[in-house]
């Protein structure tokens, strides 16, 4: 029984895709002399749009990495992607950043910047154009990026308000 957990837990831990974002080292002064800690910020997604983020600190880079992933993992949201791309525009704040995310035409790629660039990734959409306004701290930016992202409108309820049928609003 043991060992099928363990083998559910690495076969779930293999299907997500892991961005590191951003790496920080600080340095604080004590008697002795500098003690180094770190700080990750992570994007983990499956590419079938479920996508989470977290931020871990630690003494220890690995460990840092470590508790951002496993963060990530505990927060995943789902994000509705059509061929390749997203239903409609979005505009997401958070404190200081805005995040403009537009839906592309095929073949127009990932227009973004590296924080929005990793997040689309882990969603695994394909084509996207996005501008980034304001602060581009990558923590504001992944958080901004997310709010516009649970502003989605699910499919189903739009449906349902206008009297149509998903597959004329979908096509």
């Known amino acids: 029984m043991e060992r099928q957990n ?3 837990k690495e076969k779930d831990q293999k299907e997500f895709v892991e961005k590191l974002v951003r790496l920080n080292r600080t340095a604080k002064t004590v ?5 180094m800690s770190f700080s990750a910020l992570t994007v ?5 749009g479920h996508v989470g983020f977290g931020f871990g600190k630690a003494n220890d880079v690995s460990e840092a990495i470590r508790k951002s992933v496993d963060r990530a993992k505990r927060n995943l949201v789902f994000v509705p992607v059509k061929n390749g791309t997203l239903p409609h525009e979005m505009l997401g ?9 537009k839906p592309a035409c095929p073949g127009t ?3 973004a910047g590296g924080t929005v660039r990793a997040v689309m990734d882990a969603i ?3 084509d996207v154009i996005s501008k980034s306004l304001g ?3 990558p923590v504001n930016v992944v958080r ?3 709010d516009a992202l649970s502003q989605l409108m699910d499919a189903k309820l739009v449906a349902a308000n206008r009297g149509k049928a998903i597959q004329d609003l979908w096509g």
């Open 6 to 8: 363990k083998f559910d």
């Open 31 to 35: 008697k002795g002399g500098r003690r």
């Open 44 to 48: 983990v997604g499956d590419g079938k």
């Open 93 to 101: 704040n958070y404190k200081s950043s805005s995040i403009l995310l």
């Open 109 to 111: 790629g990932i227009i």
């Open 124 to 126: 695994g959409a394909t």
């Open 135 to 137: 602060s581009s701290s």
């Open 144 to 146: 901004a990026t997310f």
